[in-house]
Antibody, heavy 119, light 110 residues
Framework: EVQLVESGGGLVKPGGSLRLSCAAS????????MNWVRQAPGKGLEWVSS????????YYTDSVKGRFSIFRDNAKNSLFLQMNSLRAEDTAVYYC????????????WGRGTRVTVSS | EIVLTQSPGTLSVSPGERATLSCRAS???????VSWNQQKPGQAPRLLIYGASNRATGIPDRFSGSGSGTDFTLTISRLEPEDFAVYYC???????????FGQGTKVEIK
């Protein structure tokens, strides 16, 4: 079964750091670009970051540039999001999502991990 | 920055009826880059349509997508009980590479 499972969320104080992980299974992880998408409480979806299959291309939404870093370990079928200098507005459920082949859509999503930034 | 605006915000429909959801882009977008996702409460999103009109694997044919330029539409021909959810359009922007979502349309039972 194709699956993505996120972990690493939790409660963190403003200015703190957190590392999210996404474990992939059931497909050839190294062959796909991957993404992080977040959803603040009661709000819509917001794309956060994307990484190509070989890690050669990294992209971020403006609000997280310089604070978040996306990386992956293809040998361990894992995706990561290192989040530093966290703000209250980063509070959200964070989903990892896989590209749909060469299409510009995301067809496999994890169930998400919740991040709460609060003092 | 290209902004996606979805309408209506909430659509009240009876089971068996047709639902038409709109997604308008602030600038012309390649249809190749437009997709639609469904999200039910407490669940992850699910891809329905990619490339504006192509159904993703396993998606019933009552879901269809259309449109070009700045106006895109998701149509659900006959609403089933499991179709009541929030629907998001999504676009890819090439320079710099990024994805954006519309604010969502909630389809609720009338």
């Amino acid at each position: 079964e194709v699956q993505l499972v996120e972990s690493g969320g939790g409660l963190v104080k403003p200015g703190g750091s957190l590392r999210l992980s996404c474990a992939a299974s059931g497909f050839t992880f190294s062959g796909y670009s991957m993404n992080w998408v977040r959803q603040a409480p009661g709000k819509g979806l917001e794309w956060v970051s994307s990484i190509s299959s070989t890690s050669s291309d990294l992209y971020y939404t403006d609000s997280v540039k310089g604070r978040f870093s996306i990386f992956r370990d293809n040998a361990k079928n894992s995706l990561f999001l290192q989040m530093n200098s966290l703000r209250a507005e980063d509070t959200a459920v964070y989903y990892c999502a896989r590209h749909y082949g060469d299409n510009f859509a995301f067809n496999i999503w994890g169930r998400g991990t919740r991040v709460t930034v609060s003092s | 920055e290209i902004v996606l605006t979805q309408s209506p915000g909430t659509l009240s429909v009876s089971p068996g009826e047709r639902a038409t959801l709109s997604c308008r882009a602030s600038q012309s977008v390649s249809s190749t880059y437009v997709s639609w996702n469904q999200q039910k409460p407490g669940q992850a999103p699910r891809l329905l349509i990619y490339g504006a009109s192509n159904r993703a694997t396993g998606i019933p044919d009552r879901f269809s997508g259309s449109g070009s330029g700045t106006d895109f539409t998701l149509t659900i021909s006959r609403l089933e009980p499991e179709d009541f959810a929030v629907y998001y359009c999504q676009q890819y922007v090439t320079s710099p590479p990024a994805w954006t979502f519309g604010q969502g349309t909630k389809v609720e039972i009338k």
